[in-house]
């Protein structure tokens, strides 16, 4: 089993997660969007989408995310010999879709310093038409990808977009936090893949130095915040990259790679 991800892709996050926590092995793959990785076309032809993650098992190829933490959970069900009871209750999956109905893209990068997230748009945007001449079979494809980079640069300028990307999340947060106040975890008294879906979005305010606002405030949330990063599958998915200085390590490095590659690009 193969799966394509980054460690900064919230997505790629959960089905990690999921991986860990069911104790699936698989062959991990790096592809680093913010260096234009899944743009590179021996990728970009299996996923024209270019999002991340991407999971294969032989010829079965899934990009959903949800569906792949479901087709997750029939493997480790075939591999323990277990029944129906052990798929995710039909409350879980709910608490999963809720969860995925919020985009973090633009919220996620109305945090980032605009000279910052200027500089890799440009380089990203220099990439798809790089990859564009070299692979002229998959221009189309491309293209619309271009005019994606273009249109997310336009929105990140309109802040009724923004606004309604953060309404979203606190509409989210604060049915998280009622129901905090009565189980242990997101969807009852055992943890679940409903946990899996939440701890990446947690993970990414505390990374954009928004904790205090989001999750400090509501104590349910923070409690169970705390609970969450003790979890060996954290540390390994999340943990590993970006708690205490680990967070600057990974950003700097990226960062660094876009610079150079970028003044490669002007000689």
Same mark, same amino acid.
């Given at each position: ?29 790096? +592809? ?5 990785? $899944? ?22 190829? =899934?990009? $959903?995310?949800?569906?792949? =933490?479901?087709?997750? !959970? ?39 310093? !605009?000279?910052? #997230? =200027? ?14 001449? !070299?692979?002229? %079979? ?14 997310? %640069?336009?929105? @990140?300028? $309109?802040?009724? +977009? ?6 979203? @999340?606190? #509409?989210?947060?604060?049915? +998280?936090?009622?129901?905090?106040? !009565? ?6 008294? %055992? ?18 130095? +928004? ?26 998915? =999340? ?11 990974? @950003? ?6 876009? #610079? ?8």
């Amino acid at each position: 089993m193969q799966l394509y991800h980054h460690p900064y892709s919230l997505d790629s996050q959960k089905v990690r997660l999921a991986l860990e926590e069911k104790g699936i092995d698989y062959t991990s793959n790096h +592809v680093n969007p913010i260096t234009g990785r $899944n743009m590179d076309a021996s990728f970009f032809r299996i996923n024209q989408s270019a999002r991340l993650p991407v999971f294969q098992n032989g010829s079965h190829i =899934i990009f $959903n995310t949800i569906e792949i =933490i479901q087709y997750i !959970e029939r493997i480790a069900v075939v591999s323990l010999g277990g029944d129906d009871t052990f798929f995710s209750s039909r409350e879980v999956v709910e608490w999963m879709h809720k969860i995925q109905a919020w985009n973090p893209k633009y919220f996620t990068l109305s945090h980032v310093p !605009e000279k910052y #997230r =200027i500089s890799v748009s440009k380089f990203n945007r220099q990439v798809i038409i790089a990859r564009m001449s !070299e692979s002229p %079979e998959l221009a189309s494809a491309y293209h619309c990808k271009l005019k994606d980079a273009y249109e997310t %640069e336009d929105k @990140l300028k $309109n802040p009724p +977009v923004l606004k309604r990307s953060e309404e979203h @999340l606190v #509409r989210l947060l604060d049915e +998280v936090e009622t129901k905090l106040k !009565e189980t242990a975890f997101l969807a009852g008294d %055992e943890f679940s893949m409903a946990d899996v879906m939440l701890i990446p979005v947690l993970s990414r305010l505390v990374l954009l130095n +928004v904790e205090e606002e989001y999750i400090s405030s509501r104590p349910n949330i923070a409690e169970y915040w705390v609970l969450m990063q003790q979890r060996p599958s954290y540390k390994k998915v =999340i943990g590993k990259y970006f708690n205490g200085w680990r967070r600057y390590k990974t @950003l700097v490095k990226t960062w660094c790679f876009v #610079r150079f590659r970028s003044l490669l690009r002007r000689y």
